[in-house]
C-alpha cells in the first residue's frame, strides 16, 4: 500500500483512494518538506567537486559555515557526513554523481537512498538542473523513485527555465536558473514559480549569480535584493552559480564570499522563523518611484504586472515602497512578509490596519517576536534594504 501511495503522490493522482489515503498522501508529503531555509554551497554538481581529504573538507565546511551556508551540495560520503554534523551542516545530496547516479546507476541510487532513510544529515536529493525540454517524462519518473526509495526527504528538480518546470509532476521542491540582473524577466519568473507554489503546495529554491555587481561595492545588494523579493514567492532556499571564487586555494573566504557572507547573514537571521509559515497566498506591490539600480522613475509606477493592494484589503501601505507577500503561521494569525524595491535604501513602512488588536515584528537580530505600537490603527516598521522584515497581525 505504501509504494501505491508514493506512486500516487509522486503522479499527482489521488483517483480511487480513500480519504484515509489521501490523508497518507498529504501526511508523507509533507514529512519529506524541507526543514530549514536551505543557504546551500556548491562548487558545482554532476561530478565530486569538493575536496576529498577529509581534513580539507572539515576546513571548507568550516569556512562556508562562518559565510552562513547551512547546507552543502556534494555527494554524499559517511565521513563527509559525520564532518556535517558535527557543525549542523546538511547535505544536498547530488544523485548526477556517477557512482550513484540517478537513472544511469538507478541500482546504486536505491541502495543509497534507503540507506539515508531518516537520516537527519541529509537536506534532500539533488535529482536535476538543467535544460528540461523533452525530458519531462524522465525527471517524473526519477522523482517518482527517489520517493518511493526515501520517502522521507525533498525530491528537487531545477531547470534554467522556469517556464518548463511545471512539466514535472510530484517533485517536493523545484528551482531555477536566472540571472536577472544581465538578462530580465525577474517578476515574470517569480511569478510562474509562486503559481506552482501556490497550485501544488511545495516550496522553490534559486541559483543565481554571486557577483550580479560590482564585488566589495553594491555586490551585496543586488544579490540580496534577488533573494529578499523572491522570498514573499514562497522561496524556501537559494545557491550560488559557481563560477569561482567564494573560497580561495586556502579554503578561506575571498572578497566575493566576504560579500555573501553578507547577504547569507540578513537570511540566516530569519531563515528558521520563514519555515514555520505556510506557503503565500498572495503577493502585492506598491507603487515605486526609485527603480531597482536606484534611479528615479518618470512617475510612480508599480514593477513587473504585480498586483496592487486589493482596495478591499484588510490593511494598506500608507508609506513606503516594497513587496507584501501574504501568509500564515501554524497559529493561524496573518504574517506578511515585506521586501524592500529599492537594494539600496532601507523603507520606513507605515501600515494601515483597519482590523487588528496586535501586530508584532520579528527582531532577525535577537531572534524573537516584538510588539509594534498601534495608534490610530496605524503601524510603523522599517525594512532593511536587501532584507525581509516580518510583520505578524492578530485580527480582531
Same mark, same amino acid.
Given at each position: 500500500m505504501k509504494t501505491l501511495i508514493v506512486i500516487c503522490a509522486a503522479l499527482g493522482l489521488g483517483v480511487g483512494l480513500t480519504p484515509l489515503g489521501e490523508?497518507? &498522501?498529504?501526511?508523507?508529503?509533507? $514529512? *519529506?518538506? #524541507?526543514?530549514?531555509?536551505?543557504i546551500i554551497f556548491n562548487k558545482?554538481?554532476?561530478?565530486?567537486?569538493?575536496?576529498?581529504?577529509?581534513?580539507? !573538507?572539515?576546513?571548507? =565546511?568550516?569556512?562556508?559555515?562562518? %559565510?552562513?551556508?547551512?547546507? &552543502?551540495?556534494?555527494?554524499?560520503?559517511e565521513q563527509r557526513a559525520a564532518i556535517c554534523k558535527k557543525h549542523d551542516m546538511q547535505i544536498f545530496v547530488d544523485l548526477l554523481v556517477g557512482d550513484h547516479h540517478v537513472y544511469k546507476n538507478p541500482d546504486a541510487c536505491k541502495k543509497l537512498c534507503e540507506k539515508l532513510k531518516n537520516e537527519p544529515t541529509v537536506y534532500g536529493y539533488h535529482l536535476w538542473s538543467d535544460n528540461i525540454a523533452g525530458t519531462a517524462a524522465g525527471r517524473s519518473r526519477? =522523482?517518482?523513485?527517489?520517493?518511493?526509495?526515501?520517502?522521507?526527504?525533498? %525530491?528537487?528538480?531545477?531547470?534554467?527555465?522556469? $517556464?518548463?518546470v511545471s512539466g514535472v509532476v510530484g517533485m517536493d521542491l523545484f528551482g531555477y536558473y536566472d540571472f536577472h540582473w544581465t538578462r530580465g524577466g525577474h517578476w515574470q519568473y517569480l511569478n510562474s514559480a509562486f503559481n506552482v507554489t501556490k497550485a501544488r503546495q511545495v516550496g522553490f529554491l534559486r541559483y543565481d549569480a554571486a557577483n550580479p555587481g560590482l564585488v566589495g561595492k553594491g555586490n551585496p545588494n543586488r544579490a540580496g535584493y534577488t533573494v529578499?523579493? $523572491? &522570498?514573499p514567492f514562497g522561496l524556501r532556499g537559494y545557491m550560488y552559480h559557481y563560477a569561482g571564487g567564494i573560497v580561495d586555494a586556502n579554503l578561506?573566504?575571498?572578497?566575493? @564570499?566576504?560579500? /555573501?557572507?553578507?547577504?547569507?547573514?540578513? !537570511?540566516? $537571521? =530569519?531563515g528558521a522563523e520563514l519555515m514555520k509559515l505556510g506557503h503565500p497566498t498572495a503577493v502585492y506591490s506598491t507603487p515605486i518611484t526609485i527603480d531597482a539600480k536606484n534611479q528615479k522613475l518618470d512617475a510612480?509606477?508599480?514593477?513587473? @504586472? +504585480? #498586483?496592487?493592494l486589493p482596495?478591499?484589503?484588510?490593511?494598506?501601505?500608507?508609506?513606503?515602497?516594497?513587496? &507584501?507577500? +501574504?501568509? *500564515?503561521?501554524?497559529?493561524? *494569525?496573518?504574517? +506578511?512578509?515585506?521586501?524592500?524595491?529599492?537594494?539600496?535604501?532601507?523603507?520606513?513602512?507605515?501600515?494601515?490596519?483597519?482590523?487588528?488588536?496586535?501586530?508584532? /515584528?520579528?527582531? *532577525?537580530?535577537?531572534? =524573537?517576536w516584538k510588539s509594534l505600537p498601534i495608534a490610530d490603527r496605524q503601524t510603523r516598521v522599517t525594512v532593511e534594504d536587501y532584507a525581509v522584515e516580518l510583520v505578524r497581525i492578530e485580527r480582531e
Open positions: 490523508t497518507a &498522501i498529504a501526511q508523507e508529503k509533507e $514529512s *519529506r518538506q #524541507p526543514k530549514r531555509f536551505a558545482g554538481y554532476a561530478g565530486d567537486h569538493l575536496p576529498k581529504d577529509l581534513g580539507e !573538507f572539515e576546513k571548507l =565546511v568550516k569556512t562556508v559555515k562562518a %559565510a552562513h551556508f547551512n547546507v &552543502i551540495l556534494c555527494a554524499y560520503d526519477d =522523482v517518482k523513485n527517489v520517493q518511493e526509495w526515501d520517502g522521507t526527504h525533498p %525530491a528537487y528538480i531545477g531547470s534554467y527555465r522556469m $517556464s518548463k529578499a523579493t $523572491s &522570498i578561506q573566504l575571498d572578497a566575493l @564570499g566576504k560579500d /555573501v557572507q553578507k547577504v547569507n547573514a540578513k !537570511f540566516a $537571521s =530569519v510612480a509606477t508599480i514593477p513587473g @504586472g +504585480l #498586483p496592487a482596495k478591499d484589503s484588510w490593511f494598506e501601505v500608507k508609506a513606503g515602497e516594497v513587496l &507584501i507577500g +501574504l501568509c *500564515r503561521d501554524n497559529a493561524n *494569525r496573518d504574517v +506578511l512578509i515585506l521586501a524592500c524595491h529599492n537594494p539600496y535604501q532601507a523603507q520606513a513602512v507605515t501600515l494601515q490596519l483597519k482590523t487588528a488588536k496586535k501586530a508584532e /515584528v520579528f527582531d *532577525r537580530a535577537q531572534g =524573537v
